[in-house]
């Protein structure tokens, strides 16, 4: 079986601001509603593509410099943003698709902070129209 594997340095920005270097992980849902097409004579049941219902989640430390996480995203929230995470670093590309989510909503902003840790942000925006680049 044919596997591949990166070492996952991915590109993340959050309303045109780059956050690259404060994020720590990224989780992309691609979903769209299952929307049933089966009609009579059907001997299997057929399914189409509905509404898209996508969701990104980042983490990040908590930084709060200016043009940082706390800076970016304290805005934002409760409103709809613009989300891009490319897989690797480097030109887009079929195998380094540039994925887009516009229109996304940031609902709540939790940050978290714990004695001797590094403080952490994480954000789930939900919605949005998907889209993936892959030109350079």
């Not at 690259?20 to 059907?42: K, P, R």
């Not at 994925?99 to 942000?121: E, R, W």
């Amino acid at each position: 079986m044919a596997t591949s594997t990166y070492l996952s340095t991915p590109i993340v920005t959050v309303n045109s601001v780059d956050l690259t270097d404060q994020c720590t992980g990224a989780t992309v849902n691609i979903n769209y509603d299952q929307l049933e097409a089966t009609s009579f004579g059907d001997a299997s049941r057929k399914y189409v593509s509905g509404l898209g219902s996508h969701s990104v989640t980042l983490d990040f430390y908590a930084s709060f410099a200016a043009t940082e996480t706390w800076a970016t995203l304290s805005t934002l929230v409760g409103t709809s943003t613009t989300i891009t995470v490319q897989p690797a670093a480097g030109s887009e590309s079929a195998t380094n698709p540039k994925m887009t989510f516009t229109g996304s909503f940031i609902a709540t902003l939790p940050v978290v902070s714990s004695l001797g840790a590094l403080g952490t942000i994480s954000i789930t925006a939900n919605g949005g129209t998907y889209t993936t680049d892959v030109t350079p």
